[in-house]
């Protein structure tokens, strides 16, 4: 309930503060990179639960002679990395957190379609709400490799409290200015999850 209560008043505040950013956010995205300017898609919450994540919008939607989409790096713009190694493509979460499919401090949401991938243990990361941030995004992000990150997100679901959040909050800021983690090794964001091996 303590959590809940803060992410509520937390992003509440967030979203009134930063209001004139995320405005002005919106009419930068509109003029680089077109409609339509938020990033909308269906990513597991709590318990697996489908919900509706929205971003701004990082890439252009471009596609190759043969119709099929270009890859992350031939579709990223200078204006989407630096909306990604800012972390101000996150701002349009704080919806996500006030209407309870997030929280400010979790997982991250990944895709629908990696969750029959998941070992038991991997798949003990929806016990809780996906995040804004998290403890595998203070500790490394995208530099991560993905066994790494899920063995931090449930390290944080077995150990998680609110002075965990509140350090993993004071982190995040900190790892948002100096900018790390941004991308994996030869990779725009991050290749994709293809399971465990067997």
Same mark, same amino acid.
């Given at each position: 309930?303590?959590?809940?209560?803060?992410?509520?008043?937390?992003?509440?505040?967030?979203l009134?503060?930063?209001?004139?950013?995320?405005?002005?956010?919106?009419?930068?995205?509109?003029?680089?990179l077109?409609?339509?300017?938020?990033?909308?898609?269906?990513?597991?919450?709590?318990?697996?639960?489908?919900?509706?994540?929205?971003?701004?919008?990082?890439?252009?939607?471009?596609?190759?002679?043969?119709?099929?989409?270009?890859?992350?790096?031939?579709?990223?713009?200078?204006?989407? &990395?630096?909306?990604?190694?800012?972390?101000l493509?996150?701002?349009?979460?704080?919806?996500?957190?006030l209407?309870?499919?997030?929280?400010?401090?979790?997982?991250?949401?990944?895709?629908?379609?990696?969750?029959?991938?998941?070992?038991?243990?991997? &798949?003990?990361?929806?016990e809780v709400?996906?995040?804004?941030?998290g403890?595998?995004?203070?500790?490394?992000?995208?530099a991560?490799?993905?066994?790494?990150?899920?063995?931090?997100?449930?390290?944080?679901?077995?150990?998680r409290?609110?002075?965990?959040?509140?350090?993993?909050?004071?982190?995040?800021?900190?790892?948002?200015?100096?900018?790390?983690g941004?991308?994996?090794?030869?990779?725009?964001?991050?290749?994709?999850? &293809?399971?465990?091996?067997?």
């Open positions: 309930m303590i959590k809940r209560l803060l992410d509520i008043v937390l992003a509440g505040v967030g009134i503060i930063l209001s004139p950013i995320i405005a002005a956010l919106y009419f930068a995205v509109r003029h680089q077109g409609r339509p300017v938020f990033f909308r898609q269906i990513r597991p919450g709590l318990h697996g639960q489908p919900f509706e994540m929205i971003k701004f919008r990082t890439m252009l939607d471009v596609c190759g002679p043969d119709g099929q989409q270009l890859s992350d790096e031939n579709r990223m713009t200078p204006f989407g &990395r630096f909306l990604r190694s800012s972390s493509d996150e701002l349009p979460e704080l919806w996500n957190v209407r309870g499919d997030m929280s400010l401090v979790g997982p991250r949401p990944l895709l629908m379609e990696y969750l029959p991938l998941y070992s038991e243990k991997q &798949r003990r990361r929806h709400r996906p995040g804004v941030t403890w595998a995004q203070v500790n490394g992000r995208n991560l490799s993905w066994q790494q990150k899920f063995d931090l997100d449930v390290w944080y679901v077995e150990n409290s609110v002075w965990l959040d509140i350090f993993i909050l004071w982190k995040t800021v900190q790892k948002v200015i100096v900018r790390e941004i991308s994996a090794d030869g990779q725009a964001t991050m290749e994709r999850f &293809r399971g465990n091996a067997k």
